[in-house]
């Protein structure tokens, strides 16, 4: 009996210690990601003439969004088809070379996360968008596993603190802001409805103009995990989820929604993410 409660209590602690292990790991890659190699050979790609090149970049090293990514594609296609757009998409960061970037009119991070640039890439991104380029980035592309202060300052102007975990995804109204660029605006009502895992930042978005908002007091915005304590609060009335500013000559365009494959059934959601490639001109 005695060996039977040794060889039980040993298999408990190794689920323990596993289950643990497991934990960290996954919980190190949402925050910082898992680069396996960057990717630095240059892609053939034909432009076609007199059409628009739009970079679609789904690569990530932290958290996939897998399902919101696969659905993305097909819709980033036909508004490509309706506009007359060349859209090319990939997850290899070779295209971020001087020489291609400067052919797309704008760079869309599709819920990409972790460091999915080397060095190099990365001023090559930021050199793109303060020479006239824009770089759009939608949910994941705002967590905090990218680790790069130009990023940070530039497309979010703030710092990503949690999500809410229980119910992790919540419907309630989003409502478009009346004070900016009326291309951005186009063809949204002024209160639509969307279900998404909201963002929550520590703070405001700094040198930012806000596109779209919800209230945050009508979310649950409780973001604590087990030992984790301190992820209870929220942004108030006065909640963005959409926003975009001026960089040198160029732009930036972010978006914290869109974590699932649904958000991209909802038309007013392509439609803003439509405006934003279109106010990029």
């Not at 020489?99 to 090559?124: A, H, I």
């Not at 979010?156 to 949690?162: C, E, I, V, Y």
Request: with cysteine; aromatic share 14%.
């Amino acid at each position: 009996m005695k060996r039977t409660i040794k060889i039980t209590l040993r298999v408990l602690l190794c689920i323990i210690l596993f289950a643990g292990a497991t934990t960290a790991i996954f919980l190190y890659k949402i925050k910082n990601g898992f680069p396996v190699s960057y990717e630095t050979e240059k892609p053939a790609i034909n432009f076609p003439p007199n059409q628009p090149a739009i970079l679609i970049f789904s690569k990530t090293t932290g958290f996939r969004h897998a399902e919101s990514i696969k659905a993305s594609l097909p819709v980033f296609s036909e508004i490509a088809r309706e506009n007359n757009w060349f859209i090319y998409q990939t997850e290899e960061g070779g295209i971020f070379n001087p020489e291609q970037l400067k052919r797309f009119k704008v760079v869309v991070f599709n819920n990409s996360t972790g460091r999915v640039l080397n060095d190099e890439q990365q001023e090559f991104l930021s050199q793109y968008v303060e020479s006239g380029g824009t770089l759009l980035g939608i949910h994941g592309a705002g967590d905090d596993s990218h680790h790069w202060p130009w990023y940070e300052t530039h497309l979010l102007g703030t710092r990503f603190s949690h999500h809410p975990l229980n119910p992790q995804f919540q419907k309630t109204a989003v409502h478009v802001a009346l004070d900016v660029d009326s291309t951005l605006t186009r063809n949204l009502p002024a209160v639509w409805t969307n279900e998404d895992e909201w963002y929550v930042f520590f703070s405001q978005p700094e040198g930012m103009r806000i596109v779209s908002y919800i209230n945050g007091n009508k979310i649950i915005p409780n973001g604590n995990l087990l030992w984790i304590r301190d992820k209870n609060f929220g942004m108030g009335q006065n909640h963005p989820v959409a926003w975009y500013r001026n960089v040198g000559k160029g732009k930036t365009f972010y978006t914290s929604m869109g974590h699932s494959k649904e958000v991209w059934q909802n038309k007013n959601f392509v439609q803003m993410i439509e405006n934003a490639i279109i106010w990029s001109e």
